[in-house]
């Protein structure tokens, strides 16, 4: 089974299309389409329902995702510990979140490669609390996570990330002016949501509570993106990330709504590394997303 086969399956299930699965993997998107369409000649039927850009897992590609991705897994673990040639001295391994690894690291990762054009990256990607686990083990340099802590770990202010209330373009709600629109009226509606127990479920809840509203929550994903396909499917309304959905409002995919009073749901994104790290990394990551927030490009001297 060829591994740039599964590679693109993943990609393509994780970011929603074969056109951002060929832009994460600098590949055409026929190159893309044809490694799927090999990797379903040899589990003999179809991985993805396409309907349009639009695409979704056959009951097939559910039962071949985990099997992917332990395959994926497997042979990184074995090409970094049997088959890589020793690291060099000029290599950086960023441990991150899979909305950093989609929505940050595509911005910045460019502007320090013409920086620092002979280091080699690569890139971890997890939970929050795999991220710490791996700059604890040294096993990263840095990572990009939600706020944690621990007593060898220094972290620093990345990026404040707001969590907006979103329906799809054609919903109801999209023609009701925010001072007609109550959280007992929103509430009733189906939510779907980050898994149970994370800190945005919980942020969430906590909003309702103080509202006292109990909201119809018909559904748990563990992760944004798939939240987002499923609003913009109309299954549902959803509080997700801005980060993770600027496109898809200004294109009209997604539409906003703002009942009052507002939801103050915002999560910050910090930089953490071990307390001896150089420092120089973090501070140049740092002074990169600002420079992006203000829309203003980075000099050399960053």
Not at 177 to 183: F, Q, T, Y
Not at 198 to 216: A, D, F, G, K, S
Not at 258 to 286: G, H
Request: proline letters at 6%; hydrophobic letters at 40%; a neutral charge.
């Amino acid at each position: 089974m060829n591994m740039d086969n599964i590679e693109a399956f993943l990609y393509a299930f994780q970011l929603g299309s074969f056109n951002k699965a060929a832009e994460a993997l600098y590949l055409t998107q026929p190159s893309v389409t044809a490694r799927i369409q090999s990797l379903e000649r040899e589990l003999q039927g179809p991985l993805f329902h396409r309907d349009g850009k639009q695409i979704a897992l056959t009951e097939r590609g559910k039962q071949f995702l985990p099997y992917a991705q332990k395959i994926l897994h497997a042979y990184q673990e074995i090409s970094t510990t049997l088959c890589a040639e020793p690291v060099s001295e000029k290599s950086v391994t960023i441990g991150c979140t899979l909305l950093m690894s989609t929505h940050i690291l595509p911005e910045i990762l460019p502007i320090y490669r013409e920086k620092y054009p002979g280091v080699n990256l690569r890139i971890l990607v997890g939970s929050s609390a795999y991220v710490m686990e791996k700059v604890l083990s040294k096993e990263a340099d840095f990572g990009l996570v939600r706020t944690v802590s621990h007593p060898l770990i220094d972290s620093y202010h990345f990026h404040t990330d707001t969590l907006r209330l979103v329906v799809p373009p054609h919903h109801p709600f999209t023609a009701l002016p925010a001072s007609k629109l109550s959280w007992d009226t929103v509430g009733r509606e189906p939510h779907i949501v980050l898994a149970h127990g994370t800190m945005e479920w919980l942020m969430v809840q906590r909003h309702y509570h103080r509202n006292q509203i109990h909201p119809h929550i018909m559904m748990e994903v563990d992760n944004f993106e798939a939240a987002k396909k499923m609003v913009m499917r109309g299954v549902g309304i959803s509080f997700l990330p801005q980060l993770c959905m600027q496109e898809e409002l200004t294109n009209g995919l997604l539409h906003e709504i703002s009942p009052k009073p507002l939801a103050q749901l915002t999560r910050k994104i910090e930089i953490i590394c071990l307390r001896e790290a150089n420092r120089d990394l973090v501070e140049f990551f740092i002074h990169a997303v600002k420079a992006l927030d203000r829309k203003l490009p980075l000099t050399k001297n960053s």
